[in-house]
């Protein structure tokens, strides 16, 4: 049986520390089950049988900060295994060798000499785009419009219309968005600055006469 470093300083790290503790037990399973290079084959049921606990392991992943990179033949790869378990892997080390051959058939060697360990699409950068896509999402409501030609509301999304239904249960949505559109055609004068407040408002006031 292989002797493997672990890193104690594991436990103070902010990410190892939001995870459960079964996904805890999973990730040091892992650690201890991959081959001589960090790459695991995923055998699920045999490690949630061997753990006792189950868990989200396609979630997993991406709760490790990038430490987990799924390749294209569905094995799970340690990025910093092999730096951390060895240093610099050297051709001319002979126990070396093994391990070097091991990545060139995963063609993951030149990641590890040049020091490239981790994927563009990390947990970091996958967490920026959720925030620009919630960025969007908020421009995307920001941008309501009403066509006072066509008499029809623009950039209202299904997304919105269902959030509003939850807010106002008494409120039938798509049939007051055609009345406060008639009310603003019947009242061209009186443009919003705002639509996305006028329309919340419309309906707040129509949740408060039971939907009437």
Known sequence: MSKRFFDTGIWEKTWFSDLKSEEKMALIYVMMKCDSVGVWNPNIKLATFQLG?????????????????????????????CRFQYGVLRKECRPHQS????????????????????PLDTYKEK??????????ELDKEKDIAFDFKTGLWENVLDEMVEKWGAAYPAVDIERQLICAGE???????????????????????NQERGGK
């Open 183 to 205: 009310w603003l055609m019947a009242h061209p004068e009186k443009r919003k600055k705002n639509y996305r407040r006028f329309i919340t408002g419309w309906l707040g006031r």
């Open 127 to 136: 967490e920026k785009e959720k925030e620009k896509e919630k960025e969007l």
């Open 53 to 81: 606990n189950s868990i989200d392991w396609e979630e997993l992943p991406e709760k490790c900060h990038g430490n987990i990179e799924i390749l294209k033949d569905g094995k799970w790869w340690l990025v910093d295994f």
């Open 99 to 118: 391990y070097i051959s091991l990545l060139e058939k995963y063609h993951l060697l030149d990641r590890v000499s040049k020091g490239y360990l981790y």
